[in-house]
């Protein structure tokens, strides 16, 4: 009854907010203006010679010039010249909703929305309509394709997106050789001029017009479509689509009638505003799962990282239940949520008779290898409080995917990692999406590895609770790429879609210089306090604590990680500096976190607490040792009184870390 009134409500509301929106959002002769609910963001469409283009301004400076827009299809011509605008239809819209998982519990968010149907001015007559939504730190839009009397079905050879850059804006982006990829790879900082054309440039992509604005690029609601990158070509930044395996042509096939993901543009001159916008979820769907009470996001162990390390008195460690069981044990005590059963001298937990993870003719992620009895395991974990997930190829998985999840819900394993999926052309994607719904009607999680990145759907299905796609701490076991320098790229970059799966929780951590490569046991680079920060800087709702449990106990430190939350109620950036550093804060409840990381400068930074609800607090603050720079696990650990009117003094060491946990005053 209080959901029909709210929608009758909100039905009689639509003219008046229709009736509200500016003058400045009307038809100007061929032009349609569209601005933000605050007015700093301008979206500008209209027709050159017969083309789709826009533009967009932001505090009146031009950010993205007249950019054309075209649509290439296989068996029919393009979309793209002699072109009519019919009559755009208007409308002022708001997202209200709550996440189960996610940077902030609830969301109340404010739009303007204009709806332009683009026609052909000769025969087929076809039309496409634009939709496009301003929001105060952002622009979206994306084509929908209207059904045809003529044909029931499309096939798009090219989604021809320009966004054309003005002036010689710094591009942050991870450069990519093709479209198979595991996504994990170095950003590259480069001048817009001195991109290298025709490069395929992964997203979120940010671009900082210096002393002007920040614009990251990316998308959201990526459903039955092909994922999207960014070439410059013919000095335009444009969009590509990526095509289904064994050919280059096509790039999706649909019936119709059907849409794009949105293409979405974050843009601010507060880089914070893009940290904690929720556009990406705003622009999915409402949630389709009606019982949510069996999600339940948390902290993992994932035992494959730090070698699957037991205690020399352990009986016959391996791919057994006495293997499971001193790690369930270990996350009963640290209050971990769950544990995952991965592998046991790199053979998978499961049937597998292919070489090095890749499944074989019979491979069968539904039956445990002789001498594991998942049901025992699962037992077990349920008894002691701890949740039980597990590892597999998505190739092994997907072909028996009913059969292997009925399997998992009678055990009573509450999730999964699919992993080395390297693509996102549409049959990729919508293999995805099945995952997904099929998992929930057995009441499991998913986390998504060697996978492309988020894209809001974690709205829509919230048993999506993170994704990797990012070069993270797992390639310590074979390379020396990950330092404090590589980790401050990604609160900017790929953060900004969303969940990073980083492998967290390395407690090994020596200098830069003292690196050495180890599968069993690896080692960090950074400091204790950077590995503890990581935990609040980067977005994941099911963050891993990869050590092993006497890396753990005892450590100092090692408690944050038993009191930091995966999920938040609300996240708010008190300073940052875009490849230098960043410090966040997110609250859960009462009690709020604060992260702070430095890339390889030593730097001293200032935590202004004027967020804080309460009058008073009390802060547990870890920062790095005097001598964190020479022994980068050692800390100080301090508690103060705080106040609202307080602002903390913090020393970072060279790849160091801060992090604070602040509780009301008892």
């Not at 090994?508 to 935990?535: E, K, N, W």
């Not at 449990?549 to 940052?576: H, I, K, N, S």
Request: glycine share 8%; with cysteine.
């Amino acid at each position: 009854m209080k959901s029909n009134a709210i929608f009758i409500g909100i039905c009689l509301l639509l003219p008046a907010l229709c009736r509200a929106i500016p003058a400045q959002n009307a038809t100007s002769g061929k032009d349609i203006r569209l601005s933000s609910p605050g007015g700093a963001i301008v979206f500008s469409f209209g027709l050159i010679e017969g083309t789709a283009q826009y533009h967009i301004t932001y505090k009146g400076r031009e950010l993205i010039g007249n950019s054309e827009l075209s649509l290439s299809f296989r068996d029919e011509p393009p979309i793209e010249r002699n072109l009519k605008i019919g009559h755009p239809a208007y409308r002022a819209g708001e997202e209200n909703y709550d996440l189960k998982v996610g940077k902030t519990s609830h969301v109340d968010d404010h739009y303007r929305e204009v709806d332009i149907p683009i026609e052909e001015r000769e025969s087929p007559f076809r039309r496409v309509n634009l939709l496009v939504r301003v929001f105060n730190e952002g622009v979206a839009f994306r084509y929908q394709f209207p059904a045809r009397q003529d044909r029931d079905s499309l096939i798009l050879t090219g989604e021809n997106t320009h966004f054309r850059l003005i002036g010689d804006p710094i591009v942050r982006a991870l450069f990519l050789p093709d479209y198979t990829s595991s996504h994990e790879g170095e950003y590259t900082r480069v001048t817009w001029e001195k991109t290298i054309p025709d490069s395929l440039m992964d997203m979120p992509a940010l671009f900082e017009f210096p002393g002007q604005a920040y614009l990251a690029i990316t998308e959201a609601a990526l459903l039955d479509y092909a994922g999207m990158y960014l070439v410059k070509h013919d000095g335009v930044l444009t969009g590509k689509l990526s095509p289904w395996p064994g050919q280059a042509e096509v790039k999706v096939r649909a019936a119709l009638p059907h849409h794009s993901p949105w293409r979405v543009m974050l843009i601010s001159d507060r880089i914070g505003d893009l940290i904690e916008s929720n556009i990406i979820t705003d622009l999915n769907e409402p949630c389709r799962i009606a019982d949510q009470a069996w999600i339940k996001p948390g902290k993992t162990s994932f035992p494959w990282w730090n070698g699957n390390v037991v205690p020399d008195t352990l009986n016959a460690p391996g791919n057994n239940f006495v293997t499971q069981k001193y790690y369930i044990d270990f996350c009963a005590r640290a209050g971990l949520e769950y544990h995952s059963v991965v592998e046991y001298g790199l053979h998978e937990w499961y049937v597998n008779d292919g070489a090095g993870f890749v499944p074989g003719p019979h491979a069968d992620p539904g039956k445990a290898v002789p001498g594991l009895d998942m049901q025992e395991v699962c037992d077990y974990g349920r008894q002691h409080g701890v949740g039980i997930r597990v590892w597999t190829h998505w190739a092994a998985l997907y072909p028996k995917l009913d059969a292997t999840f009925a399997q998992y819900e009678k055990w009573g394993i509450r999730g999964l990692m699919v992993d080395f999926m390297d693509r996102d052309d549409q049959p990729m994607v919508n293999m995805q999406t099945e995952i997904l719904q099929k998992a929930a009607i057995h009441h499991l999680h998913i986390q998504f590895h060697g996978a492309y990145k988020p894209t809001g759907l974690s709205r829509t299905y919230p048993n999506e609770l993170t994704r990797e796609g990012t070069l993270n701490y797992e390639a310590d076991k074979w390379s020396d790429r990950i330092n404090a320098d590589h980790d401050i790229n990604f609160p900017f970059t790929r953060m900004l879609a969303g969940p990073t799966d980083y492998h967290l929780g390395g407690f090994r951590a020596v200098p830069d210089s003292a690196f050495v490569i180890q599968f069993t046991r690896p080692l960090v680079m950074g400091t204790r306090c950077h590995m503890l920060a990581m935990y609040v800087v980067l977005e994941s709702y099911l963050s891993m604590v990869c050590d092993y449990p006497a890396a753990y106990e005892g450590q100092p430190g090692f408690e944050f990680l038993r009191e930091v939350p995966t999920v938040w109620d609300e996240t708010r950036v008190l300073d940052a500096e875009v490849g230098e550093y960043i410090l966040i804060a997110r609250r859960k409840g009462t009690d709020w976190f604060i992260g702070g990381i430095t890339n390889h400068k030593p730097r001293t930074l200032k935590v202004p607490l004027s967020f804080l609800r309460t009058v008073t607090g009390q802060a547990t603050v870890y920062s790095d040792a005097a001598d964190a720079r020479i022994y980068p696990n050692h800390l100080d650990k301090w508690v103060a009184a705080v106040t609202s009117a307080d602002t903390l003094s913090v020393t970072l060491a060279p790849g160091g870390g801060l992090a604070i946990h602040i509780r009301p005053a008892r």
